[in-house]
C-alpha cells in the first residue's frame, strides 16, 4: 500500500532565461486536499505541469502512486487535471466530453454510459437534462462541472487544478468551493490545487505548500501556516501582518516603539518582529508588551473594527470586536502577548 | 440612412457584374431568339474532356494545397509564439506582387527543368499561387484553438495521432471548409495559369477564352461560362450544406 500519491524530489525546471522551480520536494498523501498557493509567477503552475507530464524536469524525479514517472508522457500518466480556462472541446456534448479519456482508453459502451452517468451525478449535473447539450449552451459554473467530470472519469490517480475558480465571480467562487470539498470527500481522490488566492487555500486544503520564486517556503495545515509561518514571506503572502524592525538587546528586542519582550530568539541581532492585526489588545495594560498609541483610522466592518494605531514612527493595523469604541486622535494603550510576536530575521 | 450606405457598392456590383451577367445569360440563350442550342453543342465528348481536365486539375491542386497548408498554419498559429504575425507577413508576401508576374517567373524556373508546357508545371504554378488561400483560413480556425485543449486531450490519455484526429482536426474543420471552397472555385475556372504553364493542356478557361477571343463566337463561350457557372453553383450548396457554415 502507497502512502503517498505524488511525490516529488528535488525537482528543478528551467526555461530558457529563467529558473521556473528549484529544488522542490513535495510528498501527497492520497486522498488529501493539497494546495499550492503563491503570487503569479512563482512557480505553481509550472509544479502542476510537471506532475501532468506536460513538462519534464530538468533534475530530481517524480513518483506518481509509487511509481516513477518522470519522463513517462502525459498520456501514460493517468492524471486529471482541469485547466484555468477548462479547455472543454466545443465540438463534443456534454456527454462527449465527460466520456473522451474512456473513448481514448476503449472501454465498452456500456460502462462509459455508465461512468459518465456517475460522474455528471457527483458534480450535481442531471444526466438526464445535460448529456446532449453542446458547451456553449452551458452557464460558466456548469462548464465547470463538466471538466471536473471529464477528469474524474478516468478515474485518475490524483486530480490537478489550475486555478479552475479564477474566471467566476465572488458568489459563485464561494459555491463552488464548498463543491469542491463535497466532491472531493465524495471521491476520495488526492486533489491538487493551485491557487494566488489565500482563502481559497485556507478554507479547502488538508494542507497547503506556500511557494514563492520557485521554491518552498513552508508545507503545513492552514492553520500551521496562518499561526506559525516558517518566513517572513509566508507572514505577509497570508493573513494582515504587522511588521517591526528591531535589535536583540537585553534578552528581548529594542525598536522604535520601545522595548519588547518576545518568548525566542533565532540568533540574529538584526529582527523583524510579526504580530497579527487580531493578536493586538487595545486598552488593556496587562500584557508583556503595553505601549501608548494614538488612534489614526478607524474603520467599522460590523462585527470587527479596523483600526490604524501610531506608536512613534511606527502604524500598526489592528483588528478589535466592534463592542469597543474608538475615535481618531483617540490616546489608547495597546499591547500583545510575549507568544504572539514572532521573530525572523531582517 | 445607413441602407444609403450600401449603394455605392451595390451600384458597382450591378454594373460590372449583374449587368454583364445577363449579357452573358442572354448571349447564351441567342437573344431574342431564345433556344438551348449552344447548350446542346457544348454537351459533346469533346467538351467534356474539358470539363474533367478542369476537374482533375481543381483536385489536384486543392489536395496539395491542404495537405502543404496544414502544417503551416497549424505551426503559425500554435508553435510560432512571437514570431506568428513574422510568419503571415510571409505568407501574405507573394500577394505584394502581381498574379501575372509571379506566373511569369515560375516560368523562368521551370524552363531550365525542362518542366513547361506539362499538367506537373501547371499544377506547380496553381499551388504556388493559391497556397495563402488555403494557408489563411486554416490559421483563422486553428488560431481558435486553445493549447490546453491539446493538453487536456493529452492528460486524458489520448496520444498526439489521436489528440490529432479527435480535437484538432474536427476543430479546424470550418477552415478546412473555408480553404477549399476559396482555392477550388477559382482553380476549376483557372485560365492564367494553363495558358502560359499548359501549352495545349485545355481547362474551361482556357477554351472560354478560345471561344470568346479567337473564334469570335461569343454564343457557344457565353452557353459554357453559365455551364460552369450552374456546376460551381450547385457543388458549393451542397459541399456547405453537409459540411455546415462556412468562416472564413
Known amino acids: 500500500m502507497v502512502e503517498f500519491a505524488v511525490e516529488l524530489d528535488g525537482v528543478s525546471k528551467s526555461y530558457s532565461n529563467f529558473e521556473a522551480v528549484r529544488d522542490i520536494r513535495l510528498r501527497i498523501r492520497k486522498g488529501e486536499f493539497f494546495s499550492i498557493l503563491g503570487p503569479s509567477g512563482s512557480g505553481k503552475t509550472t509544479i502542476l505541469r510537471l506532475i501532468a507530464g506536460l513538462l519534464f524536469p530538468d533534475k530530481g524525479s517524480i513518483r506518481l502512486m509509487g511509481e516513477e514517472v518522470t519522463l513517462v508522457p502525459p498520456y501514460k500518466r493517468n492524471v486529471g487535471m482541469v485547466f484555468q480556462e477548462l479547455a472543454l472541446f466545443p465540438h463534443l456534448n456534454v456527454f462527449e466530453n465527460v466520456a473522451y479519456g474512456l473513448k481514448v482508453r476503449k472501454v465498452p459502451e456500456g460502462e462509459i454510459r455508465k461512468k459518465v452517468k456517475e460522474c455528471l451525478e457527483i458534480v450535481n449535473l442531471d444526466p438526464e437534462t445535460y448529456s446532449r447539450r453542446k458547451i456553449n449552451q452551458l452557464s460558466g459554473g456548469q462548464q465547470q462541472r463538466v471538466a471536473i467530470a471529464r477528469a474524474l472519469a478516468i478515474e485518475p490517480s490524483v486530480l490537478l487544478l489550475d486555478e479552475p475558480l479564477g474566471s467566476l465571480d465572488l458568489k459563485l467562487r464561494q459555491h463552488m468551493m464548498s463543491e469542491l470539498k463535497r466532491i472531493q470527500k465524495t471521491v476520495k481522490t488526492t486533489f491538487i490545487y493551485v491557487t494566488h488566492d489565500q482563502s481559497e487555500a485556507l478554507i479547502m486544503s488538508d494542507r497547503i505548500a506556500v511557494i514563492n520564486k520557485g521554491s518552498i517556503e513552508q508545507i503545513g495545515t492552514p492553520a500551521e501556516i496562518y499561526e506559525t509561518p516558517a518566513t517572513k514571506f509566508v507572514a505577509e503572502f497570508i493573513g494582515e501582518m504587522n511588521f517591526i524592525p528591531a535589535e536583540v538587546y537585553n534578552g528581548g528586542l529594542m525598536s522604535e516603539i520601545g522595548y519588547m519582550k518576545v518568548s525566542k530568539l533565532n540568533g540574529a541581532k538584526r529582527v523583524v518582529v510579526a504580530i497579527r492585526p487580531e493578536k493586538i489588545k487595545l486598552g488593556c495594560s496587562e500584557l508583556d508588551n503595553v505601549y501608548n498609541a494614538v488612534i489614526e483610522e478607524v474603520a467599522y466592518l460590523g462585527g470587527f473594527l479596523s483600526l490604524k494605531a501610531r506608536i512613534n514612527g511606527i502604524c500598526l493595523k489592528c483588528l478589535t470586536p466592534s463592542d469597543l469604541r474608538f475615535e481618531e486622535n483617540q490616546k489608547v494603550e495597546l499591547g500583545w502577548r510575549a507568544d504572539d510576536a514572532i521573530v525572523f530575521e531582517a | ?248
Open chain 2, 1 to 248: 440612412m445607413k441602407r444609403l450606405l450600401a449603394f455605392p457598392s451595390l451600384i458597382y456590383l450591378l454594373v460590372f457584374f449583374y449587368i454583364p451577367f445577363l449579357i452573358v445569360l442572354l448571349y447564351s440563350l441567342d437573344f431574342p431568339n431564345l433556344t438551348l442550342k449552344y447548350y446542346f453543342e457544348i454537351l459533346d465528348s469533346l467538351y467534356l474532356k474539358v470539363f474533367i481536365n478542369s476537374l482533375v486539375l481543381a483536385v489536384v491542386t486543392t489536395v496539395l494545397c491542404l495537405v502543404l497548408a496544414y502544417p503551416v498554419a497549424y505551426y503559425i498559429a500554435l508553435k510560432a509564439g512571437k514570431w506568428k504575425n513574422f510568419l503571415l507577413i510571409l505568407v501574405i508576401l507573394p500577394f505584394w506582387i502581381s498574379f501575372l508576374l509571379r506566373t511569369y517567373a515560375i516560368m523562368t524556373l521551370l524552363n531550365p527543368l525542362g518542366l513547361m508546357f506539362t499538367f506537373t508545371a501547371v499544377v506547380l504554378g496553381m499551388v504556388y499561387d493559391y497556397l495563402p488561400f488555403m494557408i489563411l483560413p486554416l490559421y483563422a480556425s486553428l488560431e481558435r484553438l486553445s493549447k490546453s485543449q491539446i493538453e487536456v486531450s493529452y492528460v486524458l490519455g489520448a496520444k498526439p495521432s489521436e489528440t490529432f484526429l479527435r480535437v484538432t482536426l474536427p476543430l479546424s474543420k470550418p477552415g478546412i471548409v473555408a480553404g477549399i471552397i476559396l482555392v477550388f472555385t477559382p482553380a476549376l475556372g483557372e485560365f492564367v495559369v494553363p495558358v502560359m504553364l499548359g501549352g495545349t493542356y485545355a481547362t474551361i478557361g482556357t477554351v472560354t477564352w478560345d471561344l470568346f477571343l479567337r473564334y469570335h463566337n461569343w454564343w457557344k463561350g457565353s452557353a459554357l461560362s453559365m455551364l460552369y457557372i450552374a456546376i460551381v453553383l450547385i457543388a458549393i450548396i451542397l459541399y456547405i450544406r453537409r459540411s455546415g457554415r462556412i468562416e472564413l
